[in-house]
């Protein structure tokens, strides 16, 4: 993916920030919409546009407190241009002047510039971010500090701040009904949990089993209680949940939330692993220089080279720490 325009002097660069300044965004917004404006590729699609779809994460890698504070910041620089579906009065994407223009392409949209200040804009925006917008219903646990919860640096609203999430039984209960419906539907299984199965196998280098242990662990403990927090859940329908954990699933939140089950498991099996090694060493009914496994009645001794080695049945107790058995001669050394 190539640029309309591969290179910016530092004069011109100097220029846009100064007049970012001018329209009181601060300086942690201004490194981001530089990001934008310069170009963020992973989140752009073929036609070189940030499309609706990537609002969210591209709202989360950037660290903004909602979607709408982003929109908010790229209105207030002037230097992006907005996609507009005029049937649906609604923003459909947006654009840096680095990478995409209005006439390098067959338009079916119309093209709004953000210096502009005609009544349409505002209808625009807010008919594309009503409140059931699916993008503005994912949070994340944790703050950010002022600066960054708004292009200003000014808190967010009573309103706003007064919104609390709360688990209910009956929230808790529509939320594990979602998840038993995925599972139940061979379509939706696939698409939606065994690829997290197949990512935790390739990336943990697990077997299937405890692949799965981790799906059911992701599941049960982060996203059931996730969803059930969430008030808008209860208000949306089977399709729209689908598309709301599909979005949270690639989303930086989402990965935070893989990583953490796969760390959180890797410590679980080390921790059986510790305690069978554990029950292992505490049963030495023969030799206080090797043990017996209580399950399978193997019976070890470790060595500082080869690590655990098995004893043969029959052979004689280990006489001393520092015996080591002889395959060839079958005799302790």
Known sequence: MKALKTSISIMELQKI????????????TISKLLDLYLGLTAYMNEEKVYPIENFYDI????????TQSLIE????????????????KQIKAFYSPLWYH?????????????????????????????????????????????????????????????????????????????????????????????????????????????????????VNELLIPYFASQARFMK??????????????KSPHGQHLLNDTARTNREKRKQVIHEIRTNQRSNHPLSEFEWTDPESEI????????GMVNIPEGAPARPSAEATWNVLSNKWV
């Open 73 to 88: 910041a790229i209105k207030r620089s002037q230097s992006f241009e907005f996609i507009q579906d005029d049937k649906a």
């Open 236 to 249: 949306s329908n089977h399709a729209g949940r689908l598309c709301w954990l599909n979005n949270l699933l």
């Open 102 to 218: 209005a006439n390098s392409k067959n338009r079916t949209n119309e093209i709004i510039n953000t210096t502009s200040a005609s009544p349409n804009l505002s209808q625009a925006f807010a008919q594309t971010f009503v409140e059931d917008n699916i993008y503005n219903n994912i949070y994340t646990k944790g703050n950010s500090s002022n600066e960054e919860l708004s292009p200003t640096g000014e808190a967010p609203s009573k309103n706003f701040s007064s919104k609390i999430n709360i688990v209910t039984p009956e929230s808790l209960a529509t939320a594990k009904e979602f998840f038993h419906l995925i599972n139940e539907n061979s379509t939706q299984k696939a698409q939606m949990l065994t690829p997290l199965i197949n990512w935790f196998q390739l990336h943990e280098g697990l077997t299937r089993k405890h692949a799965c242990e981790n799906l059911i662990y992701l």
């Open 17 to 28: 920030i100064k007049q970012w300044k001018s329209r009181k965004i601060t300086d942690s």
């Open 299 to 306: 019976r070890f001794y470790d060595d500082e080279v080869e």
């Open 59 to 66: 709202k989360m890698s950037l660290r903004f407190s909602t």
